[in-house]
């Protein structure tokens, strides 16, 4: 068994908004397909037990982009999204939050029904996961969602989230059925999170008579166990220069802004759709078509479509149905066999990241935070505590970040 990566998050309360809500569940079916079209719901999987891959898919939905509700309000998006559609898109979602998280067994019996999958085994594999991270790892996060993805030819993946009441803090686990191995014994390729003192690790090696005896507890040092992935985001709201990799969303300001010929063939199709939409389509085009090292700055992807909260600024309403309707677009002709729009999407992110080598940033990032706040009610602007309104500018001229 192979165990992908956990995040460390900080503890955020709300709810998510009708109105947010509604379009995640868009943005999130259209990415899906878009990546199950161009690489395949395997390759969907692996993704989603990715933690940075999937904190950077949170953040380009509109979700506070360093929260522990990014967890619940993706999945939770997903699966409204997605299950309607399982039988043609090859996987389904099962569980979520809370009571949620318990109808996992039925669910994964109903859809191993339909596609001939053995039921009793994915639940074997829902139930272990789930008490590995519980109980064998004793760490100080109690579960309090479990997600359980499956695919029609039997792969899955876990995600699910505990709570640390001590430090209110929330821990995300990542579980992939890659390399099979066993539930028991060194399951995990990373426990990652910030060192809290020993733990209790029944999964170890060295803790074989344990398992076998019942007798002895073995305790090991949280780094002897940390491998592959570590994800742990900082307690502060806003997004802070430290957090983004400048060169990166650089690039995306100078490819969504600037001036190009005409003769930017890779642009041509995207012809009618506006700059700062451009920029949120090149962050997402990232997410579908991006390699695994680019997302270790999940915050960069918060400047596709802001934050419910408001950080890095509120969620533009207009560009954000406008990046749906684009994506939508995009995905249906493609199954129609008409592959020129998802290929100018795809270019957007290959045409930003052969800019990177040439960009220096300066330090204009906090006047670009307050650019996008300032310019926000035209595009529709939105947080959970109302609608942007203009706001008196200090300062004119074009901002760039290289």
């Given amino acids: 068994m192979k165990r992908s990566g956990s995040a460390d998050l900080p503890l955020h309360y709300g709810y998510v908004p009708k109105w947010l809500a509604d379009r995640m569940a868009k943005l999130g079916l259209a990415i899906t397909e878009s990546i199950l079209t161009e690489y395949g719901k395997l390759e969907m999987l692996r993704r989603l037990s990715d933690p940075f891959w999937f904190q950077s ?56 029904e339909s596609t001939g999958l053995n039921g009793n085994e994915l639940v074997r594999s829902s139930k272990l996961s789930a008490k590995v991270d519980n109980t064998a790892i004793q760490d100080g996060f109690q579960l309090y969602t479990h997600n359980f ?29 890659d390399n099979i191995r066993s539930f028991v014994e060194e399951p995990h390729t990373g426990i990652c999170g910030a060192n809290q003192g020993d733990i209790l690790n029944l999964t170890a090696l060295d803790a074989g008579n344990t398992r076998a005896h019942i007798s002895n507890f073995s305790r090991e040092d949280p780094n002897a166990i940390i491998k592959e992935f570590q994800l742990i985001l900082p307690s502060h709201h806003d997004v802070q220069s430290s957090d983004v990799n400048l060169k990166r969303l650089g690039s995306v300001l100078w490819l969504a802004h600037n001036e190009h010929p005409e003769n930017f063939e890779e642009l041509l199709l995207l012809k009618g759709v506006g700059p700062r939409t451009i920029q949120s389509l090149a962050l997402v085009s990232e997410v579908i078509h991006g390699t695994p090292s680019r997302f270790h700055d999940p915050a960069r992807f918060s400047f596709a479509h802001g934050g419910k909260d408001g950080h890095p600024f509120p969620v533009p309403i207009k560009v954000y149905d406008e990046t749906i309707s684009t994506l939508q677009t995009a995905v249906h002709k493609a199954k129609l066999g008409e592959s020129d729009k998802s290929e100018a999407i795809k270019k957007l992110h290959a045409i930003a990241s052969r800019a990177e080598k040439d960009f220096i940033p300066n330090d204009n990032f906090d006047a670009l935070i307050q650019k996008e706040r300032d310019e926000s009610w035209k595009h529709g602007g939105r947080t959970v505590f109302g609608k942007a309104k203009p706001r008196r500018k200090e300062n004119g001229g074009q901002l760039s970040l290289f």
């Fill in 57 to 112: 898919f949170g953040a380009v939905m509109g979700m506070d982009w360093h929260s522990s509700g990014i967890t619940t309000s993706v999945m939770g998006a997903l699966k409204r999204a997605v299950n309607p559609h399982s039988r043609q898109l090859g996987f389904c979602i099962c569980g979520g939050k809370g009571q949620f998280s318990k109808e996992a067994p039925a669910e994964l019996l109903r859809y191993a």
């Fill in 149 to 177: 993805i499956v695919s029609d030819s039997g792969e899955w993946t876990v995600i699910q989230q505990g709570m640390h009441t001590g430090d209110k803090t929330a821990r995300r686990y990542h579980w992939h059925s």
